[in-house]
């Protein structure tokens, strides 16, 4: 039987090895064209990449694909993510196509769908798609074929509207920032928002050469933005993913704040302004103890859903919510955007700043974390580490020895094959005690 094509957050993996390879984004690209290709009306796909070297390769097998089904393909070029989202809806497109794997080296890609509302597909989409992939699809006749078009202004569009989520009327005249684009998606049009909102703009990671992206910079590598923050008396550091839709702030002390922080303060600033859906924040499984023990205090509730930003989005739309987000950083605020998107979070933060008048230090540590740890153990082919007694006897133990004080959280990555085990304590050295134990047993198994 075939491995499932979609996983978590699309189709994800090594560059020219199933299933990133040019002839099935070409399959991929005809199936998904069939799908949304209802009638002989016009229909449109817009396709966005990052800075890969491969999603050259990936952008024009799935143009062939999509052209091939009648559907008339916009190209582009690198924009972020939520630039998908909202360029999708924009344009009044079927489908759009976004080529990126995120935070992941420049080896692998990705590729995600959204919908015309600008939203990621569904997983029932997702499974007709694959569906079709497999039974194989009518291709057009000759005089319905569709056509490809570059859109030479995709990146200044959404440099505008990100600039319409800043309060009007206000600068951020008087702020030097350093932007970390991670050589990725944003590299232009993060720094170019900024310095039109009137920052002091000091850019990194902003020279892709197509195998630099995520490397030794963005939102998992901030040490080199904390450095610059430092060595530059910077107001904040922002550091964004290869694909923008995360972000992680670092403080004018050169401390980092994860996602978890960075929503505290959104909730706490929404519900006292009356502007927080249903006084609930959802955030994953992942999120920190300590934030659910700020916003309880604060008479906000949390809903956890699974990791991944598609699931907590499901969550929102699902019960009305317009606020939430992962602790790695993305930000979904449903006001604004269709997904995570890591500039326009960085903007509602100095927002914060420019009319609280607070520094990023004061804003950015909302609340005191509970001490947590995260180990990401490796697993080789054909192994379930979870399934094996050894590591259900552990984390029963870990359960018991935890008990009120603390979560207990180990899953398999969606993405990658790792095991992701994660636990939380008041208790610093019980913390230790657990994962010591945790972690050998699934190193033993993997």
């Known amino acids: 039987m075939r491995k499932r094509l979609f996983g978590t957050d699309g189709v994800r993996g090594q560059a020219n090895t199933w299933p990133m390879t040019a002839d099935m984004a070409l399959r991929l690209g005809a199936a998904a064209g069939r799908y949304?290709?209802?009638?002989?009306?016009?229909?449109?796909?817009?396709?966005?990449?990052?800075?890969?070297?491969?999603?050259?390769?990936l952008e024009y097998a799935l143009t062939a694909g999509f052209?091939?089904?009648?559907?008339?393909?916009?190209?582009?070029?690198?924009?972020?993510?939520?630039?998908?989202?909202?360029?999708?809806?924009?344009?009044?497109?079927?489908?759009?196509?976004?080529?990126?794997?995120?935070?992941?080296?420049?080896?692998?890609?990705?590729?995600?769908?959204?919908?015309?509302?600008?939203?990621?597909?569904?997983?029932?989409a997702e499974g007709e798609i694959e569906r079709l992939l497999d039974e194989g699809v009518t291709l057009s006749a000759p005089d319905n074929i569709g056509r490809a078009r570059r859109v030479d202004d995709a990146r200044g569009r959404y440099v505008e509207y990100a600039k319409t989520t800043f309060p009007r009327r206000r600068r951020l005249g008087g702020l030097r920032i350093v932007i970390d684009c991670a050589n990725g998606a944003a590299y232009r049009a993060a720094p170019e928002v900024l310095?039109?909102?009137?920052?002091?703009?000091?850019?990194?990671?902003?020279?892709?050469?197509?195998?630099?992206?995520?490397?030794?910079?963005?939102?998992?590598?901030?040490?080199?933005?904390?450095?610059?923050?430092?060595?530059t008396r910077a107001d904040l550091g922002?550091?964004?993913?290869?694909d923008a839709d995360r972000v992680v702030l670092i403080d004018e002390q050169g401390r980092v704040a994860d996602g978890d922080q960075f929503m505290a303060l959104i909730a706490t600033r929404w519900a006292r302004e009356g502007r927080l859906a249903g006084d609930t924040l959802v955030a994953t499984v992942m999120s920190n103890l300590g934030?659910?023990?700020?916003?309880?205090?604060?008479?906000?509730?949390?809903?956890?859903?699974?990791?991944?930003?598609?699931?907590?989005?499901?969550?929102?739309?699902?019960?009305?919510?317009?606020?939430?987000?992962?602790?790695?950083?993305?930000?979904?605020?449903?006001?604004?955007?269709?997904?995570?998107?890591?500039?326009?979070?960085?903007?509602?933060?100095?927002?914060?700043?420019?009319?609280?008048?607070?520094t990023a230090s004061t804003l950015a540590q909302v609340f005191e974390p509970v001490p947590q740890r995260l180990v990401n153990v490796r697993f080789a082919e054909g192994k379930t580490p979870l399934k094996t007694d050894r590591v259900q006897t552990a984390m029963a133990e870990a359960e018991r020895e935890l008990g009120g004080d603390g979560r207990l959280l180990i899953r398999e990555s969606g993405t990658e094959p790792l095991i992701r085990v994660m636990a939380e304590a008041v208790d610093a050295r019980v913390l230790d005690r657990v994962m010591t134990r945790l972690v050998g047993a699934v190193e033993e198994a993997s």
């Open 238 to 242: 922002i550091c964004l993913d290869g």
């Open 36 to 57: 949304f290709r209802t009638d002989k009306q016009e229909h449109r796909v817009v396709i966005g990449k990052d800075t890969r070297r491969s999603g050259y390769m």
């Open 195 to 231: 310095w039109e909102l009137g920052a002091e703009v000091i850019p990194l990671g902003v020279n892709p050469d197509g195998y630099n992206i995520n490397l030794n910079c963005g939102s998992t590598r901030p040490e080199a933005a904390a450095r610059k923050v430092l060595e």
């Open 67 to 124: 052209t091939s089904t009648g559907m008339d393909v916009f190209l582009l070029g690198p924009v972020p993510t939520p630039a998908i989202g909202y360029l999708t809806h924009s344009l009044r497109a079927d489908v759009g196509v976004m080529i990126s794997a995120s935070h992941n080296p420049a080896s692998d890609n990705g590729i995600k769908l959204f919908g015309p509302d600008g939203f990621k597909l569904s997983d029932e």
């Open 291 to 358: 934030l659910e023990r700020h916003l309880a205090e604060q008479g906000i509730a949390l809903k956890r859903t699974p990791v991944g930003d598609r699931n907590v989005v499901e969550a929102m739309r699902a019960g009305g919510h317009n606020l939430g987000g992962e602790q790695s950083g993305h930000i979904v605020m449903t006001d604004y955007a269709t997904t995570g998107d890591g500039l326009i979070g960085a903007l509602q933060f100095l927002a914060a700043m420019v009319e609280t008048g607070q």
